[in-house]
């Protein structure tokens, strides 16, 4: 899979895109991420990538001439043709805090595509034009504001690219993770099996197979229960499930 990713400050990425398992990946060409700096295509001497806002206000706003020149050469996409078809197939995602808010489904969905491109706002914003005739989607990581896209944009491509085959040195490891299954991810626990007198619970020790399938799945549910509550009326449960999550609802009421 290859991201490109377009910003003003491509000297944050390498940090995180250098270690671990992204390092491992790109090292193995299971992973492509390409980062463009958007100063590259901009026409003047100065490389001015904002301006002062139409209308007056506070803060500068990013100018579409090379935001659409560095996505269209990238991608080569003839500008005189509308829709831009090269660029049909391929999300080209603005990380903003106005976008649908991220979560693993989106992860999934994205992960299905062979390119996508994520663009990195700064300032106060972007020129309007980039959204309405460029960008093709608009993702946020939360109900709140950061500096800038970049941070998002690396949370997008960790998460995205640990779904693709092999990236994960466990190839069940994606299915587990909280959120993944629809269910909050179950307790781990590692040597030693005590540690300052607290001790893993004996059914993981057990190498019962399918008791300890049964205290994860249990687990999960609880874990669901207790912190995300709203997780369980969108997942679909078994009888089994079902039982245990009523078994739960008595505790919660006498420690209330």
């Known amino acids: 899979m290859q991201f490109e990713v377009f910003t003003l400050l491509p000297e944050i990425f390498p940090p995180y895109l ?38 007056g206000g506070g803060g500068m706003v990013m100018k579409p001439e090379p935001v659409f020149e560095a996505i269209e050469t990238v991608l080569e996409i003839d500008a005189s043709q509308t829709p ?36 990195c706002g700064r300032y106060e914003g972007i020129d309007e034009r980039i959204r309405e005739h460029l960008v093709t989607d608009e993702i946020s990581i939360g109900d709140y504001v950061l500096t800038g896209g970049e941070l998002p944009a690396l949370i997008l491509i960790d998460a995205i690219a640990r779904l693709l085959p092999d990236v994960l040195g466990d190839p069940t490891g994606a299915q587990d ?7 909050l991810e179950y307790p ?62 008595p505790q919660e009421k006498s420690e209330k």
């Open 18 to 55: 250098d270690s671990s398992i992204l390092k491992r990946a790109r090292e193995r060409n299971l992973i492509n991420i390409r980062v463009h700096n958007i100063r590259d295509y901009t026409r003047d001497k100065h490389h001015t990538t904002d301006d002062n806002p139409f209308g």
């Open 84 to 119: 831009p078809v090269p660029a049909s197939n391929i999300p080209i995602i603005l990380l903003t805090p106005q976008g649908r808010v991220f979560n693993q489904s989106i992860a999934q969905e994205l992960s299905q595509y062979p390119r996508i491109v994520l663009l």
């Open 177 to 183: 993770d909280s959120h993944a299954s629809g269910l």
């Open 188 to 249: 781990h626990y590692t040597r030693p099996p005590e540690f300052r007198g607290w001790k893993a619970p004996d059914v993981l020790l057990s190498g019962d197979h399918a008791k300890i399938e049964k205290w994860r799945r249990e687990q999960s549910l609880l874990r669901t229960f207790n912190k995300r509550p709203d997780m369980l009326e969108k997942f679909e449960l078994t009888k089994k499930d079902l039982k245990f999550i009523e078994s739960l609802k």
